[in-house]
């Protein structure tokens, strides 16, 4: 059974930065997609950035300001976010799959949500 474990939320002033982490078990964490989703209150959920083996993609709203990497060692994935905004305000997912891609039907395994939350 595949579990993602993310950490690393919390609340941040506007122009700050967290940096995320997804811990991944119960695959061959190197071969599959990795994604980062947010869910803001009201709205539905969207994707901030994802990785392959060989491509990174990012939303518009955070391309230059955050950064995904992974480490196949650690099975896990991270995100940096720098230069913070209140619309960054959200539950962030990771999420694992096969497919990737930007939208969340290409994950087949989903974490449990970790809150950001930026102040002005």
């Known amino acids: 059974q595949v579990q993602l474990i993310e950490s690393g939320g919390g609340l941040v002033q506007a122009g700050g930065s967290l940096r995320l982490s997804c811990a991944a078990s119960g695959r061959t964490f190197g071969y599959y997609a990795m994604g980062w989703f947010r869910q803001a209150a009201g709205k539905e959920r969207e994707f901030v950035a994802s990785t392959t083996r060989n491509s990174i993609y990012y939303a518009d709203s955070v391309k230059d300001r955050f950064s995904i990497s992974r480490d196949n060692t650690k099975n896990t994935v991270y995100l940096q976010m720098n230069s913070l905004k209140p619309e960054d305000t959200a539950v962030y997912y990771c999420?694992?799959?096969?497919?990737?891609?930007?939208?969340?039907?290409?994950?087949?395994?989903w974490g449990q949500g970790t809150q950001v939350t930026v102040s002005s």
């Open positions: 999420a694992l799959g096969s497919g990737g891609g930007t939208y969340p039907n290409g994950y087949d395994y």
